[in-house]
């Protein structure tokens, strides 16, 4: 079973940081391209990051650029999302994802097996 898990969240001031982990199991954890996703109250979930483990190259939306990093440690089979200067708009439950696309991607219709969620709060 493709099992994804999420910790790290929090709650935190603006400008502030927080790293998020991902630990995967249940699945060869080169062959696929992990993505870090977020949902605010209301809103669409939408994609934040996602790593091809494979090569380590690396997409970021917009919004986030400049302040958050994806990264991962192979031999633990876990990506971590570091958010750096972190404001109250990046608010939401975070989730980690799978897909098995060999291009990257933040469509969360191309991801399948989804961690339970990590909530990260920013105050202002």
């Known amino acids: 079973e493709m099992l994804l898990v999420e910790s790290g969240g929090g709650l935190v001031q603006a400008g502030g940081s927080l790293r998020l982990s991902c630990a995967a199991s249940g699945f060869t954890f080169d062959d696929y391209i992990i993505g870090w996703f977020r949902q605010a109250p209301g809103k669409e979930r939408e994609g934040v990051s996602c790593l091809v483990i494979s090569t380590g190259r690396t997409y970021y939306a917009d919004s986030v650029k400049g302040r958050f990093t994806i990264s991962s440690d192979n031999a633990k089979n876990t990506v971590y999302l570091q958010m750096n200067s972190l404001k109250p708009e990046d608010t939401a439950v975070y989730y980690c994802?799978?897909?098995?696309?060999?291009?990257?991607?933040?469509?969360?219709?191309?991801?399948?097996?989804w961690g339970q969620g990590t909530q990260v709060t920013v105050s202002s």
């Open positions: 994802a799978l897909t098995p696309f060999s291009i990257e991607t933040l469509d969360p219709g191309d991801f399948v097996s």
